[in-house]
């Protein structure tokens, strides 16, 4: 028994964190100034936990990919205004229906969630507060 418990402790010691290819640090910063031109709104998609690090999650805005996620890091992605759909791929699919503004701001939580084989997902629209301090929690990926 302590051998399949030794087993499994190296396995997930050299798993590791997944990585996903990293924005440039300038659209980082400039992301985190939270501002969005006054005719497009902006959605934030951000992972600002650490459980499911070794999962990556894909991101899709009306069935357009934007990126993959990991630990701790976030997407950002300016829309025209109208009826969004934010998908999320890991063990399920999650979907979440945003009604964007023109000049507003929406903050997506992409809560990881213990699956059967790897992680499952949950999207969940947060408030201003909330979604600003989630999103400085962590590090631009890179946005297609």
Known sequence: ??????????????????????GDPARDAAAKTFTVPADKAGIYVFRNESMGAAVRMDVAIDGQPIGQTAAKTYLYKE?????????????????????????????????????LLYARNKLQLVDETTGKKGVTETTLADTR
């Open 79 to 115: 829309v025209a205004p109208g009826r969004r759909v934010v998908t999320s791929k890991a063990e399920n699919t999650e979907t979440l229906e945003i009604d964007a503004r023109p000049g507003m701001l929406y903050f997506v939580w992409q809560e990881v969630k213990m699956g």
């Open 1 to 22: 028994m302590k051998r399949v418990v030794l087993s499994l402790a190296m396995v997930v010691a050299l798993a590791g964190c997944a990585s996903v290819p990293m």
